[in-house]
């Protein structure tokens, strides 16, 4: 479980295919604070430690299954990826309930500088059977983007907008967003609950 509060956005060292997987090496700061078997967020997809080799870097593993649903599988070597360790129950939740499984992706279709703040406006392909299903954002609702934490504005049938600050545009990979960038998309996982409970109405 995570919130959306990216710790820090790293680097991609090496991609390795095996058959349909993909492993992936990064470098972190915080390699001496990793385990192997831990889950860390990457652009908001919940994957597992399974190397550390001692050098500042550490390796995780993106399925089939994965590669198809997120942007994971489009990465390429020095490509800033943004992670965030799973959440601590005694602490404040900053941001929102994040899972780690990514629901779509969306295209970026637009950025706008506002001297001071950042618009950007993504596009997602949702069919209307998963839309009832809560798979949709909501004004002033809560949805991951690449793992972050943001609030929906301009909310539509297929796209929303997002506002960012300086502080997370400089500290995500939201500085290499650009018009046709792909993103990982997470619903609220609540709203899913809530479309879901209707169901037995």
Same mark, same amino acid.
């Given at each position: 479980?995570?919130?959306?509060?990216?710790?820090?956005?790293?680097?991609?060292?090496?991609?390795?295919?095996?058959?349909?997987?993909?492993?992936?090496?990064?470098?972190?700061?915080?390699?001496?604070?990793?385990?192997?078997?831990?889950?860390?967020?990457?652009?908001?997809?919940?994957?597992?430690?399974?190397?550390?080799?001692?050098?500042?870097?550490?390796?995780?593993?993106?399925?089939?299954?994965?590669?198809?649903?997120?942007?994971?599988?489009?990465?390429?070597?020095?490509?800033?990826?943004?992670?965030?360790?799973?959440?601590?129950?005694?602490?404040?939740?900053?941001?929102?309930?994040?899972?780690?499984?990514?629901?779509?992706? %969306? #295209?970026?279709?637009?950025?706008?500088?506002?001297?001071? @703040?950042? $618009?950007?406006? +993504?596009?997602? *392909? !949702?069919? /209307?059977?998963?839309?009832?299903?809560?798979?949709?954002?909501?004004?002033?609702?809560?949805? %991951? #983007?690449?793992?972050?934490?943001?609030?929906?504005?301009? @909310?539509? $049938?297929?796209? +929303?907008?997002? *506002? !960012?600050? /300086?502080?997370?545009?400089?500290?995500?990979?939201?500085?290499?967003?650009?018009?046709?960038?792909? #993103?990982?998309?997470?619903?609220?996982?609540?709203?899913?609950?809530?479309?879901?409970?209707?169901?037995?109405?």
């Amino acid at each position: 479980m995570f919130s959306g509060i990216v710790e820090e956005a790293i680097k991609v060292i090496e991609l390795r295919p095996e058959e349909t997987n993909l492993h992936i090496r990064l470098s972190c700061p915080f390699c001496d604070e990793l385990k192997i078997d831990q889950s860390i967020s990457h652009n908001g997809v919940c994957l597992t430690v399974v190397s550390l080799p001692g050098d500042g870097t550490y390796t995780v593993t993106a399925i089939k299954e994965t590669l198809e649903r997120s942007n994971l599988g489009d990465l390429k070597v020095g490509d800033l990826v943004n992670i965030e360790r799973s959440m601590k129950m005694d602490g404040r939740l900053d941001g929102h309930i994040v899972q780690g499984h990514v629901d779509t992706t %969306a #295209v970026c279709t637009g950025v706008e500088n506002l001297d001071g @703040s950042w $618009k950007f406006n +993504f596009k997602y *392909n !949702i069919p /209307p059977e998963m839309a009832k299903k809560g798979y949709m954002t909501v004004e002033k609702g809560s949805v %991951a #983007v690449n793992g972050v934490s943001l609030t929906v504005c301009d @909310s539509e $049938k297929d796209s +929303f907008a997002v *506002n !960012i600050i /300086p502080y997370t545009y400089e500290h995500t990979n939201f500085c290499k967003i650009n018009p046709g960038s792909i #993103v990982n998309l997470e619903f609220d996982i609540i709203g899913k609950y809530l479309a879901r409970l209707n169901d037995f109405k």
